[in-house]
């Protein structure tokens, strides 16, 4: 059974670990994260973006897939299928096909409309037990048309907007989705310091958890990060993986043009990856 993001989180802040957001694209994406997970024991939170829900052909399709697998599968690790980087309508989309946690991205509209549209979300997922995410501060690089700069998120507008009652709240320092480029800076740990000053104990997300070293990674997480967002790794796992079953010719071998045998290798790719990072996060053994 699907659950909310919040009690995972919480446990993560108390406990100064981080939760992995691992984004899916098809059935063997998520069966990789999944299977993970639970042989890690660890709890785990399944990102969609609105372009690859419409990939799947939809928010519904995606709950019932990822429904129907945890039961196949035997999953009793905590499960949370979230919106990654919703529009308004979006996040209705999804609260109305059954996921568990979605993410009101507002963080290009001025700061009132933001705090409007995160409010009237707030009270419309709580009723329905649903955990939901806000952004204060773009992230940089580009996710599904959604281009950032990288921007260093106000540490009161982060205040203005956990005051609405989110349960979780990325706050831009530096991060961007993708590969990080040579000249990247590194993350503002002053700006994360000051935003978890004035919102205590609220579990905030690192968006683009790609590329960042691991004792960065390590520091975020004592400044009370508590969701950690991978995705390019992933992918860039799983196209390395195939790439090499493809050029020794694997797929010319007997059935090797069989689909289930052609996505094998990425499939597994996904999964060393993701131990690396619940490793890295130190979720392992916390479900």
Known sequence: MLVSATEMLNKAVAGKYAVGQFNIYNLEWTKAILQTAQENNSPVILGVSEGAGKYMTGFKTV??????????????????LHLDHGTYEGCYKCIEAGFSS??????HFPIEENIAKTSELVKVCHEKGISIEAEVGSIGGEEDGVVGAGEIADPEE????????VDFLAAGIGNIHGKYPANWKGLDFDALAK?????????LVLHG???IPADMIQ?????????INVNTECQLYFQE??????????????????????LAPGTEAIKVIVKEKMEL??????A
């Open 102 to 107: 979605v993410m009101f991205d507002g963080s």
């Open 219 to 227: 520091t975020a997480i004592s400044l009370g990060v508590a969701k």
């Open 158 to 165: 982060c205040k203005k907007i956990a005051d609405l009652g």
């Open 281 to 286: 996060f130190g979720s392992i053994d916390k």
């Open 195 to 203: 935003t978890k000053e004035l919102i205590g104990d609220l579990p």
């Open 241 to 262: 993986a195939t790439r090499k079953y493809i050029e020794e010719g694997k797929d010319l071998q007997g059935k090797g043009f069989d689909p289930r045998k052609l």
């Open 209 to 211: 958890g790609t590329g």
């Open 63 to 80: 709950a019932a897939m990822v429904k129907a697998m945890m039961e196949e599968l035997n999953i009793t690790v905590p499960v949370a």
